[in-house]
């Protein structure tokens, strides 16, 4: 992954927001871990497509609620900075990989 730095402030996460994102990552990490363990098992392929296909929408609904944020926060600054336009296309870019 490239880390871009950005000119535009980030409006830093409450402690509450990171401990929401966290533990639905610490889950999802779970769910992967149990994935590794099926397919040791030798599980029903079948079961393990199901349990990838719950991973990848709850990694889905992670980036959108970050993305909600972002949206709320860094492009609403963004756009009363005069920086909208920039601000809306660097979003639209990534939410375009949530498409493929």
Not at 12 to 25: M, W
Not at 28 to 46: H, N, P, W
Request: glycine share 4%; net charge positive.
């Amino acid at each position: 992954m490239a880390n871009q730095k950005h000119e535009h402030p980030v409006t830093p996460r409450t402690k509450d927001e990171k401990s929401a994102v966290t533990n639905r990552l610490k889950r999802i990490e779970g769910q992967v871990r149990g994935i590794q363990k099926m397919v040791e098992e030798d599980r029903y392929c079948i079961d393990i497509l199901v349990q990838i296909s719950a991973i990848n929408a709850a990694l889905k609904k992670v980036g959108f609620s970050i993305a909600e944020r972002h949206t709320k926060h860094c492009v609403t600054d963004a756009v009363k900075s005069g920086e909208g336009n920039e601000a809306i296309e660097e979003l639209m870019e990534v939410l375009k990989q949530f498409s493929k």
